[in-house]
């Protein structure tokens, strides 16, 4: 086919080729993936979400047993423990828990809420023992025995949207959906510290961090590029975005990459409004350097936070003013208002508005 060419053309019309070649493996649509560097053994796995909607999309949050980084081959040495919503299910979700050489045991388990369109909390509390799937507080699903025993390898947290080729499971897809998108609001992790954890399951977990998505935690989490057989996706880092405090994972075409919805504000189908303020459990707690604490109100607000001693003294005082959303998050360093490191010891926040206020105890340590 090269013959007669001169070394230049030959080069030239390799390299075409190759392009050809490699253009034609590529898969019909992209997705996205965010995943941890870091992999964690045993845990509470907590995230806030809405999941993207459309027969035979598929979003998720799971834990994975990275092992071919780990330079290993072969289905023996798998393990991964997933929450999946099917976009063509609009009141269940997917659990399941894979062991060695792909021993899978799915099952779906009915919500008390369409995922896709109101934002969820969803739990997963992986132990020796035990691995426990929640929705909010209500248990979902419960493994034990000798499946839950089988899954003791450290693995990294993960979330994805994809396109499986599976009808059976997943439905036909129709691509004239597209784009579609799956809503991170925040995602968390707690260690299994039994004896002295402050949540969770008997209090057998010690929350370690949370990410709000405000931004991308570049030490934290990386953007995947790949994909598998069954997959009919490839996962591009434009198809991760940031925007508005949330995490999104896009589904879209080639040439469409990246998340070109509306700009999110709170509403009906963004955001549900609770009803009353809450305030979320301080983490971590006890802490040393910092100490964050997440809450809902039923409007949009400037708040005041106030941090006494326990005898009542006040120690710091600030405004938080509004940023148009239900959901914010603060922080303290342990200072007072002069900025000095306070001693350590227990210590009272307060978030209050016009009409309402929430108190919660934290630990300094030093």
Known sequence: MTTGMTPKI???????????????????YRGGEFRTFESYLYGRFEVRMKSAAGHGVVSSFFTYRDYHAQGLSGTQHWNEIDLEWMGKL????????????????????FL?????????????????????????????????GERADSVYHAQKLMMNIWQPSNTTWAGSFNPDILPVYAFYDWASY??????????????????????????????????ATHTWDGNN???????????????????????????????????????????????????????????????????????NIFIYDTSGNLKHQSILPSNGRNYQTISWDGRNQAGELLASGS????VSSANQKVSQKVILLK
Request: net charge negative; glycine share 6%.
């Open 190 to 223: 707690a260690a299994y510290d039994p004896g002295n954890g402050s949540t969770g399951t008997n209090n057998d977990f010690t929350p370690l961090w949370r990410d709000d998505f405000d931004f991308w935690v570049t030490s934290r989490w990386q953007k």
């Open 90 to 109: 609009n009141n269940k979700v997917s659990t399941n828990v894979i062991i060695q050489n792909e021993w899978g045991d799915a099952s779906e388990v």
């Open 233 to 303: 996706v490839d996962f591009t880092p434009a198809n991760v975005v940031f925007n508005g405090g949330y995490l999104i994972l896009c589904m879209t075409t080639p040439s469409a990459l990246g998340y070109d919805g509306p700009a999110l504000s709170v509403d009906e189908n963004q955001y549900i409004n609770p009803t009353e303020f809450h305030l979320s459990p301080a983490y971590p707690n006890p802490f040393n350097g910092e100490v964050r604490l997440s809450f809902d109100t039923p409007e949009s607000i400037d708040l």
């Open 10 to 28: 030959r080069f030239l019309t390799i390299c075409i080729l190759l392009l050809i070649s490699v253009a034609g493996h590529a898969k019909l």
């Open 112 to 144: 008390t809420v369409n995922p896709h369109l109101e934002f969820t909390t969803y739990v997963f509390e992986w132990t020796p023992d035990a691995i426990r799937w929640y929705e909010g507080d209500r248990l979902l699903r419960t493994v034990s």
């Open 347 to 350: 210590y009272i926040i307060q």
